[in-house]
Structure formats: structure tokens, C-alpha cells
């Protein structure tokens, strides 16, 4: 059975990983979608909150679970018996510094790195661009599920 992992912080998870999450799916027998803690980002939702949101979004995909995780990807990868990391790309920008990751985590465990390129009207998507938007009062629904656009709705109206 082929396993493979989409990790990230998703904060908030969007349609753009919402879609790089379907596709892999599709490729592969089970998908974990690992969610980490990064600390350079400054986080609107809890990790354990962000687990609840893509467990939502996920729903239709049963092939699909989510986790938390911290540590090295490829101590995750082998832990967990995972053969492939899935990276959803956006830009040049994102292949030049996730290609020097993908290489590094191969030189530290052979753990493979798997690139899909994002769906085109969702290229300029990240969520840190939502969390900006959002929180000058934006729309943002073009970018989020339903479920995810309730929730920042709420975590913003509780900062104010």
C-alpha cells in the first residue's frame, strides 16, 4: 500500500491545498495530512483547531487522515511507514526552496519528494494572504471551504 504525506501548517487550510489534498488522494492509497507548528508564522487557529478544519474539509475522501506532528518530516515519514512527502507548488519561488528541502530530507532518510503543481486560479492563494484579507474585512470565500470561512469569521469577531 502506497502512502504518502501532505505536511504543512495550514493556517487556515485552503481550496489551494484542499485540491493539492484531492489529487494525491487520487494517487495514492492513504494520504496523511500532517499538520506542524511553525514558529516563524504567526497562527490565527490553535494546531489542534487547524486538525478539526481539514478533518472537515476532508470529509468526502476517506482515504485521507489528519495528525499533528513535530519534529524532523523524515522521522514522521519513517515512523509512520510513509514512502512520499507531496509538496503542492505555486510559483518558481516555491519549487527553489522546497527542492533544497526535498533534497535534504532524501540525503537524511531516502524519504522522496513528490511535486504537484497548484490548480492555476489558485496559484496566488496562501494563507497568509487570507488571514490579511480577512482581517481587513475581505471577502475571502472564493479561497475557503464554507466550514473554514465560519470559523476565521468567529476567531476574528472574538479579537475585536
Not at 99 to 105: F, V, Y
Request: with cysteine; net charge negative.
Amino acid at each position: 500500500m502506497s502512502r504518502a504525506v501532505c505536511p504543512g501548517s495550514f493556517d487556515p487550510v485552503t481550496l489551494g491545498h484542499l485540491d493539492i489534498f484531492a489529487r494525491t488522494a487520487s494517487l495514492y492509497d492513504s494520504v496523511v495530512i500532517a499538520v506542524g507548528s511553525n514558529m516563524s508564522k504567526r497562527g490565527l487557529f490553535t494546531p489542534s483547531e487547524r486538525v478539526a478544519m481539514i478533518e472537515e474539509a476532508c470529509v468526502e475522501w476517506p482515504s485521507v487522515h489528519v495528525t499533528l506532528f513535530s519534529g524532523l518530516l523524515v522521522d514522521f515519514c519513517r515512523d509512520q511507514e510513509i514512502d512520499v512527502i507531496v509538496k503542492g507548488l505555486r510559483s518558481g519561488g516555491d519549487y527553489d526552496y522546497e527542492l533544497a528541502m526535498a533534497q535534504m530530507n532524501r540525503k537524511l532518510t531516502g524519504v522522496d519528494t513528490a511535486f504537484l503543481p497548484t490548480a492555476p486560479h489558485l496559484s496566488y492563494v496562501s494563507s497568509s494572504l487570507v488571514r490579511e484579507v480577512a482581517s481587513l474585512g475581505g471577502d475571502i470565500s472564493p479561497f475557503v471551504s464554507p466550514g473554514v470561512l465560519d470559523r476565521i469569521t468567529e476567531r476574528l469577531a472574538e479579537r475585536i
